[in-house]
């Protein structure tokens, strides 16, 4: 199987604009999660999606959204970016085993940098 | 903060020697699962143990868990040049939410 696939590896922006990353979960897998990766903050839970709908949501503002489609890829934006915002945003998808574990299986990322 | 803390926070070795990297966390845990970083890239799944499980073997690796200290360590045997790599430790919350440690970063030299 296809790993998890992320778009675009990387992308530079100015502040003030705004952004949308894109992620392709492994074939049959639902669940998807983003997080954002920076040297300060370490590696950080922005939101995970199951079936097109929102199920957890970490502590980031408002300007960052996401959805999920029904073939279960998954987008997110970043609106109005601040130098802040410049980071590794990594996209992982995982299912339940039969076992009842939960493996998350990450992408690449995208490195974001706002200037 | 919700994150486990990892010690020590650089480890540099030669190859052939043993890594060991420690993690802490602060709340009780139904697994563990341990990741890999190669520089600026993805993570790599290494391994998961369970809250009812003490240690757990995966090729060169071990990883065990005190759930009365709430504390899990990775030992990597005979290390590799190519094991050079940033080393997380992470628990699930709520579902699907993975909290990560701060991660050892490991050099191995040749």
């Known amino acids: 199987k296809a790993g998890v696939t992320q778009t675009p590896r990387y992308l530079i922006k100015t502040r003030g604009q705004q952004v949308t990353l894109s992620c392709s979960p492994i074939s049959g897998h639902r669940s998807v999660s983003w997080y954002q990766q920076t040297p300060g903050q370490g590696l950080q839970f922005l939101f995970e999606y199951f079936s097109e709908t929102q199920r957890n949501k970490g502590n980031f503002p408002g300007r960052f959204s996401g959805r999920q489609f029904s073939n279960s890829r998954s987008e997110m934006n970043v609106s109005t970016l601040e130098l802040g915002d410049s980071a590794l945003y990594l996209c992982a998808s995982s299912f339940i085993g039969p076992d009842g574990t939960d493996t998350q299986y990450f992408g690449p990322g995208t490195r974001l940098t706002v200037l | 903060s919700q994150q486990g803390e990892e010690d020590p926070q650089a480890l540099s070795i030669q190859e052939g020697e043993n890594a060991t990297m420690n993690c802490s966390y602060k709340t009780s845990i139904n697994n563990l699962q341990w990741y890999r970083q190669n520089s600026g890239r993805g993570l790599v799944h290494l391994i998961l143990i369970r809250s009812n499980e003490r240690e757990k073997h995966s090729g060169r690796l071990r990883v065990t868990l005190d759930t009365s200290k709430k504390s899990s360590s990775l030992l990597i045997t005979a290390s590799r040049a190519a094991d050079t790599a940033s080393y997380f430790c992470?628990?699930?919350?709520?579902?699907?939410?993975?909290?990560f440690g701060t991660g050892t970063r490991l050099q191995v030299f040749p």
């Open positions: 992470a628990r699930l919350y709520n579902t699907d939410k993975l909290i």
